[in-house]
């Protein structure tokens, strides 16, 4: 695992280190050797999918906020803008932000549940982790902030103990996404919500054309020329198309036990961000 970079090694003394719960043995355990599933347009063991997942966020990780800016043309700042607001999130709360990337959502969301509440940054890739706690300590935001590596599928938090779960642009990437929504909602506290924001399917037919063109054409030549990595690129682009449409999505978390299910299409529906309670 990367240290944390000279700047923030001042810092890091007084931030909790990473917590590893076993992420990667859950993963192993939770994944079916014998069940199919899908990376990109290829059908794989889910164990095969769970390496390659990992695979590819190990290789993006460091250019990862230059990832989002090539799959959103820099528009996910405003579609994670709208989800913090749509939080409405209070001082105290406890949150578990899952998929946390480089920790865009915990970094808004610290602030708001302090002094007393705690957020978690959590993510099942290790350097995926490392990369958003550095730039958090960075940052100057350490009060309040823990770091867990886990599998969404398996959370290792007690039943009934966050107000709030967060999940930005990581569902897609999970094989069991049923198995993970079921697992979030052992974890909210009775009137919790989970939001979930996520590539979706574009309603608009010419905005369609023109995304299928970026995505499969410009995308992954994007990637090679900026992190030399056309394939993760590849896979990504694929990732989403393969991923429950919206509609789909919320029967999915209306079957895991999530109540006033719904969701917001933002630009056109290329995105969705997805909204229920356990009540």
Same mark, same amino acid.
């Given at each position: 695992?990367?240290?944390?970079?000279?700047?923030?090694?001042?810092?890091?003394?007084?931030?909790?280190?990473?917590?590893?719960?076993?992420?990667?043995?859950?993963?192993?355990?939770?994944?079916?050797?014998?069940?199919?599933?899908?990376?990109?347009?290829?059908?794989?063991?889910?164990?095969?999918?769970?390496?390659?997942?990992?695979?590819?966020?190990?290789?993006?990780?460091?250019?990862?906020?230059?990832?989002?800016?090539?799959?959103?043309?820099?528009?996910?700042?405003?579609?994670?803008?709208?989800?913090?607001?749509?939080?409405?999130?209070?001082?105290?709360?406890?949150?578990?932000?899952?998929?946390?990337?480089?920790?865009?959502?915990?970094?808004?969301?610290?602030?708001?549940?302090?002094?007393?509440?705690?957020?978690?940054?959590?993510?099942?890739?290790?350097? /995926?982790? @490392?990369? +958003?706690?550095? *730039?958090?300590?960075?940052?100057? $935001? %350490?009060? !309040?902030?823990?770091?867990?590596?886990?599998?969404?599928?398996?959370?290792?938090?007690?039943?009934?103990?966050?107000?709030?779960?967060?999940?930005?642009?990581?569902?897609?990437?999970?094989?069991?996404?049923?198995?993970?929504?079921?697992?979030?909602?052992?974890?909210?506290?009775?009137?919790?919500?989970?939001?979930?924001?996520?590539?979706?399917?574009?309603?608009?037919?010419?905005?369609?054309?023109?995304?299928?063109?970026?995505?499969?054409?410009?995308?992954?030549?994007?990637?090679?020329?900026?992190?030399?990595?056309?394939?993760?690129?590849?896979?990504?682009?694929?990732?989403?198309?393969?991923?429950?449409?919206?509609?789909?999505?919320?029967?999915? /978390?209306? @079957?895991? +036990?999530?109540? *006033?299910?719904?969701?917001?299409? $933002? %630009?056109? !529906?290329?995105?969705?961000?997805?909204?229920?309670?356990?009540?």
């Amino acid at each position: 695992m990367n240290q944390a970079s000279p700047a923030s090694s001042e810092a890091a003394t007084d931030t909790p280190p990473i917590v590893d719960k076993g992420a990667d043995k859950a993963a192993d355990t939770v994944a079916d050797t014998e069940k199919t599933t899908h990376f990109g347009f290829e059908q794989v063991p889910e164990a095969e999918k769970v390496q390659r997942v990992r695979q590819v966020f190990d290789s993006v990780a460091s250019n990862y906020d230059l990832m989002n800016d090539l799959m959103s043309l820099g528009i996910h700042r405003l579609w994670k803008r709208f989800t913090i607001d749509l939080a409405g999130v209070h001082p105290g709360w406890k949150i578990l932000d899952l998929a946390g990337g480089t920790g865009d959502l915990a970094a808004a969301f610290a602030p708001l549940v302090a002094p007393e509440g705690e957020v978690i940054l959590s993510d099942i890739n290790a350097a /995926m982790l @490392q990369e +958003g706690r550095n *730039r958090l300590i960075n940052k100057g $935001l %350490t009060q !309040g902030l823990n770091y867990v590596q886990a599998n969404a599928e398996a959370l290792p938090f007690a039943s009934h103990h966050f107000n709030l779960v967060t999940m930005a642009f990581g569902l897609r990437n999970v094989t069991n996404k049923q198995a993970a929504l079921e697992s979030i909602f052992r974890v909210l506290k009775p009137g919790g919500r989970l939001l979930v924001l996520e590539f979706s399917e574009v309603k608009l037919p010419v905005l369609k054309q023109m995304y299928d063109l970026y995505s499969f054409q410009i995308l992954p030549r994007l990637g090679e020329m900026v992190a030399k990595d056309a394939e993760s690129y590849r896979y990504l682009a694929e990732s989403i198309r393969m991923h429950p449409n919206q509609e789909t999505l919320k029967q999915m /978390m209306e @079957q895991a +036990g999530f109540e *006033r299910c719904s969701y917001h299409n $933002l %630009t056109g !529906g290329v995105v969705a961000l997805h909204s229920g309670y356990k009540f």
